[in-house]
């Protein structure tokens, strides 16, 4: 197996580079004095961002892409019948999987948090990272997700702390090397890989097998199947959560007219410091209580950690308000899951608003398939709820499964469905039918953000064309 350690001042061709982690690992490898060009099906605000970093990208995956390379890098959704690693493969280039890189980047340091669980990852890791960059700890940061306060997704820092989004999928998260985890929870996803939850719940088993003796394992412990993993530990362990069972949990929790939170936070019962959250819902408490946890394990006090906090606002897409038009507020929200959804939808229904719109894009046909049942009633807190064509990413269509079929069941139950296949009818509709006062959130972790975009590029003044 090659090692990134010896490819400083060589080629390094990554394929999928406009992925989350693909493209933040870009940017570190080029800060190492790597010279890093890369492809990807289509052009994104990743693959511009890329490139006004420098970094050659390349639309498109053909066998040239990677002449003049002395090693692949490719994600876990690019198959080994990819043109280009298949060229790779003839002219003896060696490769490497995403994963097994972001593992080799954070050995030798002192302290590696790793924050892994099925949905609250990108959130969690952002805020450990932001209190950590503000109380002077220089860490090493990669995360899932665009971060303003560090300037995108990833930051070089010194050889002492590296924090990172760790993720289940592929079971990416066993090539990492953790002195600290942190689970946000365990619930089914990625069934397309996974058998089922005793499966995804044994992979975390073997994920915090990982950790050294010394090490520090943190845990929602409100969550059963968390706090069951916590149980097994050889290593010391932390819990966080509502229950005051927990190591960490808050008092005195109540919430303003946006929903953001402010509550006290106790240790093993006693008050220690006091939050007052700019992001909303519950699960932003659960994240911040998860904050705390691991950066107190690193030396950093109570106090500075909620003054952190108290300044923090989420990554890109994670309920962000991208605008308004026509006295309409627009969010969006990464969430595609079920689960996650439900909850972007929890926040939205804490804001004022009129009628509430959910759009959702249904992301890979394998997930819609697998969590059907679960999809039909996420959107439940939604006035009306559009759902668009399903976004393949990377997955072709089995022929089994559309989009229709969700809305017909999610119509059986009584809601008010609509079937928008494409972001121009799900525009129109929303324009025909909202009125000021009224909120959109857009949901998946596909393009659907690109409809928050098109309609604020249209205005105020905007007719659709009639067809």
């Known amino acids: 197996m090659p090692h990134i350690r010896d490819f400083e001042g060589k080629n390094v061709h990554m394929i999928g580079i406009g992925g989350s982690s693909m493209s933040g690992l870009a940017g570190m490898l080029r800060q190492r004095g790597i010279h890093v060009t890369g492809s ?258 690193v030396g950093i006090s109570p106090d500075d950690v909620a003054h952190a906090l108290n300044a923090f606002t989420a990554p890109h897409r994670r309920f962000e308000h991208t605008g308004d038009v026509c006295g309409v507020a627009l969010y969006t929200d990464y969430g595609h899951n079920p689960a996650e959804m439900h909850s972007a939808l929890q926040n939205a229904a804490m804001q004022p608003h009129g009628t509430l719109f959910a759009v959702v894009q249904p992301h890979t046909y394998s997930r819609l398939k697998t969590l059907f049942k679960d999809y039909i009633h996420c959107c439940d807190l939604a006035d009306e709820i559009l759902v668009t064509d399903i976004y393949a990413a990377r997955e072709t269509d089995p022929g089994d499964i559309h989009s229709t079929m969700l809305v017909d069941a999610i119509a059986a139950t009584g809601q008010n469905v609509h079937y928008t296949p494409t972001f121009d009818d799900a525009e129109a509709y929303l324009r025909a039918h909202w009125k000021p006062g009224d909120l959109v959130i857009t949901m998946s972790c596909g393009d659907i953000h690109l409809l928050n975009a098109q309609i604020q590029k249209h205005g105020d003044d905007y007719k659709p064309e009639a067809k």
């Open 40 to 297: 990807d099906n289509a052009r994104s605000y990743m693959t511009e961002s890329l490139e006004k970093q420098g970094i050659p990208v390349t639309i498109g995956h053909r066998p040239e892409n990677v002449h003049g390379a002395d090693l692949v890098v490719f994600s876990a959704a690019i198959s080994e019948t990819n043109p280009e690693r298949m060229e790779a493969t003839r002219l003896e280039i060696p490769q490497m999987e995403r994963s097994v890189l972001l593992g080799q980047l954070m050995e030798g340091y002192e302290h590696s948090i790793n924050v892994c669980g099925t949905h609250g990852k990108t959130t969690t890791t952002s805020m450990i990272a932001e209190v950590l960059v503000e109380n002077h700890t220089d860490p090493t940061v990669h995360i899932g997700g665009q971060l303003d306060y560090i300037g995108g997704s990833t930051r070089v820092g010194s050889h002492k702390l590296f924090v990172v989004e760790a993720c289940e999928y592929h079971k990416s998260f066993l090539e990492f090397h953790p002195t600290i985890a942190v689970i946000t929870n365990i619930e089914e996803d990625h069934l397309d890989y996974y058998r089922d939850i005793d499966d995804i719940y044994h992979a975390f088993e073997d994920f915090t097998s990982l950790l050294p003796e010394n090490g520090v394992c943190i845990g929602y412990g409100d969550d059963p199947l968390v706090s069951r993993l916590l149980s097994t530990q050889k290593c010391r362990i932390v819990s966080f959560g509502i229950s005051s069972d927990c190591t960490w949990s808050p008092r005195g929790l109540h919430y303003d007219v946006t929903g953001c939170a402010d509550f006290d936070v106790a240790r093993n019962g006693q008050v220690v410091t006091h939050v007052t959250l700019k992001i909303p819902g519950l699960y932003n408490v659960l994240h911040a209580l998860a904050t705390i946890a691991a950066c107190t394990e």
